[in-house]
């Protein structure tokens, strides 16, 4: 149901969009300056129009819809792929949706390989005499196919079989058209429905209340739970039990037995009298025994003789694709790129939902792994927990502080009491040993990494704009600077990587550091670039006005460079979540990567598409923010 909502809501929100989109255009004033940057604000209904058709593509593909509109039909197609898994074989001998028939293509096979064989013979080293043998062996086993080929030599009790199993065939296509196909009684109806229940729907995301580990139900169910998908099951079962019976049956007249058991026989006492020196010989004897035994197992029958027989599994076939109805389209339109295909005792999805999980089960499955009790690898992906403010005073203030404040630490006296003192009350502040009250603190994998982002972030705005800015403005900051700057920059983030993790460890401090080198030498450019290409006019006006440098430096410099160095932490943002997760990969127990990296080893597509929608998301709302910025703080930007 909320698959079904969803769906009309996005499709009402794209068209909806559309038509406001539209409207604006028409609405928009005709003299507006092609290039003007004002003509390029706003939009965020192109942005829900983007999200909202990725987001239906994506529930399309991954056949989401078809579960949400259709939740049986995985069960139903499953029955009809057990269907087609029984009538393979039988339509496979015949040009049913082949080019030929079997008959005609295996015999073209082993003629082909008697000719092969008889040329290799004829050009090889093997002594005339043996030559002579050996194709006599060849020609009598190429004068196998026409006795198995000879509508004459075929037998009476071949031809009643064939027709027996014809008419099981037209009896089966008979009653599966009939509408109380398969007959059940009221027993045998419960005890099915109760059964289907029990195994479960297509792709319910569970949790192992044991281990607390997260896990898919059988991938689509097997147990029929429909009445059409019972007349599928049961079909199935009746025509895997005939091509059984067919392909026992063999097209071996008197003529063929005597002539393939002369052909073994002569060839046995054949290969045994030859010696050691002419194995070469007993090799090409041990072929054409190969090529007679294929012969032998392969359901080889004259050209008419199964005519009726593809007739009935024609009809039968037909009968199928008619009854299935509406079930043909919804297997067509709603499972595009693949269907559910039956092996064995098991259904699967064959197609895009094998790597494309559905929005809804990878949404069940955020729901769980934010749960602190199931999580991933015992943390939660996105949880509140309640923290003392004690622990994040603690947190954010050094603990050096109280060092440095003259005095000593408080001593205990002899009967044991301890009276602190102001330098002790300053360690238990830094150290977060006190209690005040409770606030929630976002907990877990993405918190960490977001975290991890904006601290790096944060670090190289703080050093970089100011050191872009003075490499702008003065000769020897941007000469002495410059050279360090450009050595590291073009070396990939990654490579550090090693080196970081190794000298500060696999905890926050490598992979903050890390980020910071990766945002410094791009604020540093971006904070450069824009105090270097303030324009003259505006400096020499503040100049003619008697700004001071430190007035020029504050309300002409800076702002002229403020665009360059938003546009630079945009830059950086993404930068950073790059090289985070990259880093987390290599080495880390928390954090997107970390997920990512482990969800990657056990195949573990949904925790795979939760990760990189995570991260675009967080991606676009670090964006959207900074955009929001630049258009309130910097409204001169692109005005000269």
């Not at 069960?75 to 087609?84: D, G, H, P, T, Y």
């Not at 704009?465 to 920059?489: H, Q, S, T, W």
Request: net charge neutral.
């Amino acid at each position: 149901m909320i698959t079904q909502i969803l769906t009309i809501l996005i499709l009402i929100t794209i068209i909806g969009s559309i038509v406001y989109g539209r409207r604006l255009i028409q609405t928009e004033k005709i003299d507006a300056v092609f290039g003007n940057p004002e003509r390029s604000k706003g939009g965020t209904h192109w942005v829900v129009l983007g999200s909202c058709s990725l987001l239906l593509i994506w529930m399309y593909y991954s056949w989401d819809i078809a579960r949400g509109f259709y939740p049986k039909s995985a069960n139903e197609l499953c029955q009809v792929a057990k269907i087609n898994d029984s009538l393979l074989g039988l339509k496979y001998q015949f040009p049913i949706e082949q080019r030929e028939l079997k008959s005609t293509a295996q015999i073209k096979k082993e003629n082909e390989n008697i000719r092969s064989l008889l040329t290799e013979i004829q050009n090889s080293g093997v002594s005339a005499q043996q030559k002579e043998i050996l194709i006599g062996f060849l020609n009598k086993t190429s004068q196998l196919i026409p006795l198995l080929t000879n509508e004459d030599l075929i037998e009476n009790e071949t031809k009643e079989k064939i027709n027996e199993i014809t008419g099981k065939i037209n009896l089966l296509t008979e009653n599966f058209k009939k509408p109380e196909y398969p007959f059940e009684t009221e027993q045998q109806l419960q005890e099915r429905l109760d059964a289907a229940n029990k195994e479960g729907g297509w792709g319910i995301v569970k949790v192992d209340a044991g281990s607390g580990s997260i896990e898919n139900t059988l991938e689509v169910p097997l147990i029929p739970s429909t009445n059409l998908g019972l007349k599928f099951h049961v079909a199935a079962e009746e025509i895997g039990l005939i091509s059984e019976e067919f392909f026992k049956l063999r097209n071996h007249n008197s003529q063929f037995k005597d002539q393939i058991n002369e052909i073994k026989d002569q060839i046995k006492i054949y290969r045994g009298e030859l010696n050691e020196s002419e194995d070469v010989a007993s090799e090409y004897a041990k072929n054409i025994v190969k090529i007679a035994r294929r012969i032998e197992f392969a359901s080889i029958y004259p050209p008419n003789a199964l005519d009726n027989l593809q007739g009935a599994v024609v009809n039968f076939d037909n009968a199928k694709n008619e009854i299935q109805g509406g079930l043909r389209l919804v297997d067509i339109f709603l499972f595009p790129a693949g269907t559910i295909v039956a092996s064995g005792q098991s259904c699967s999805e064959q197609g895009s939902g094998r790597w494309l999980p559905k929005p809804s089960d990878t949404f069940n499955k955020f729901i769980l792994m934010s749960n602190p009790s199931v999580g991933y690898k015992d943390v939660p992906l996105l949880w509140i927990q309640l923290i003392d403010v004690s622990q994040i005073i603690g947190f954010i203030l050094p603990d050096w502080l109280s060092d440095i404040i003259p005095g000593e630490y408080p001593i205990h006296t002899k009967e044991g009491i301890v009276e602190q003192n102001f330098k002790g009350n300053v360690l238990k502040i830094v150290t977060g040993d006190f209690s005040l009250f409770k606030v929630p603190v976002p907990y877990g994998h993405i918190w960490d990494s977001f975290l991890r982002v904006l601290l790096g972030l944060i670090f190289g705005i703080i050093i970089g704009v100011p050191l872009g800015l003075f490499m702008g403005l003065n000769r020897f900051a941007k000469g002495f600077f410059d050279p360090l700057i450009e050595l590291y920059r073009p070396v990939p983030p990654l490579a550090w990587a090693p080196l970081i993790i190794s000298v500060l460890g696999i905890d926050n401090s490598g992979k903050i550091f890390l980020l910071f080198m990766v945002s410094l030498s791009i604020m540093i450019i971006s904070a450069r670039a824009g105090a270097s290409g303030t324009q003259l006019s505006k400096i020499h006006a503040a100049h003619s006005l008697g700004a001071s440098k430190k007035q020029i430096l504050r309300y002409v410099i800076f702002p002229n460079s403020l665009p360059e160095i938003l546009t630079g932490i945009r830059v950086a943002v993404g930068m950073c979540w790059g090289t985070l997760v990259a880093a987390e990969f290599l080495a880390g127990t928390t954090g997107i990567g970390f997920v990512e990296n482990v969800a990657k080893k056990y195949f573990q597509y949904e925790v795979i598409w939760i990760t990189i929608f995570i991260m675009g998301m967080l991606g676009l709302l670090f964006d959207v923010t900074l955009r929001k910025l630049i258009d309130k703080y910097i409204p001169w930007r692109g005005k000269g």
